[in-house]
């Protein structure tokens, strides 16, 4: 037998076993995984053809879980040349279950979902995934870097992600600290300018800051992710004033990402302009996730509907709804 890391745990296989040996060994099906081996993902076309050597480092990864039914017709969205009608995005974490998450997902009409890449129990492989319940084929996964704290790692879990599902669109965080969940803004810039040459169609949650936004559309970047407040909080937007001006000069979509704790928030980002909206938190929290998830539909498209309707000005003294002329 040889000695092998797999997953980060030692693994002792026999000489001459293939990477789609060892994962038909584990039951695993070599298309809903990728594999990187020494740091170097390898093409699923080759498992069959690579053998593994004593002293391999793999990493089996795969995705987890970390419509409009009448009104006002909306006139939808495009991020990175696809189309999308609806502008609520939903992560796939903090759920009791992967069917509650789906339930919540087909409540709120998104037409994307946030998945992290994790890597695979192999230890128990009759665990549920996430693909069991959230079609891919149905809905566009968006894989993240939740948790990432360098560009390097972020990069490095997208482009496991990219070989897993196949996807371009992915969605860059990289965290400054823990306590805060900030963005690290040059971690960021890097990670965007790598991922961007590698062909990448990257979607960046960004601090509030106009000025970094706009380096990041420079960089290529194909949608701006201001927080509305720290990730998970529910405080809602803590500074519209910079999600008005991000707003205003991207040409490329802004979407407001963190910190809505209930719908109100919902509408007033979409008020403000913005294309779309990103949460987790205040819909997996909420005491009826599935209800929350209706409301938050319902508030982004009230949202967008009032911003395209164009508010009324605001005036420092009260003014008569009704004529004063024929007072009796």
Known sequence: MIDITLNGD????????????????LSLD??????ERNLVIVPRSTFASQALGAGDKLEVVHFVGGGSDG????DGWTVAGRRFTSRLIVGTGKYKDYAQNAAAVAASGAEIVTVAVRRVNVTDRGKPMLTDFIDPKKVTYLPNTAGCFTGDEAVRTLRLAREAGGWNLVKL??????????PDMAETLIATATLVKEGFDVMVYCA??????????????????PLGAPIGSGLGLQNPVM???IVEGAKVPVLVDAG????SDAAIAMELGCDGVLMNTAIAEAKDPVAMARAMK???EAGRLAYGAGRMGRRRYADPSSPLAGLI
Do not use: F, N, Q
Not at 30 to 35: F, M, S, T
Not at 208 to 225: N, T, V
Not at 260 to 263: D, E, I, P, S
């Open 260 to 263: 809505v704790g209930t719908a």
């Open 173 to 182: 965080e990289v965290l400054g600290e823990a306590r805060t969940l900030y």
């Open 71 to 74: 009104g006002e017709p909306d």
């Open 243 to 245: 999600i008005r001006l």
């Open 10 to 25: 030692p693994r002792h296989v026999a000489p001459g076993t293939t990477i789609a040996g060892l994962l038909a060994d």
């Open 208 to 225: 509030d800051d106009p000025i970094a936004a706009k380096k990041l559309e420079d960089l290529g970047a194909c949608a701006i992710m």
């Open 298 to 300: 319902l508030a982004v």
């Open 30 to 35: 070599a298309a809903k995984v990728a594999v």
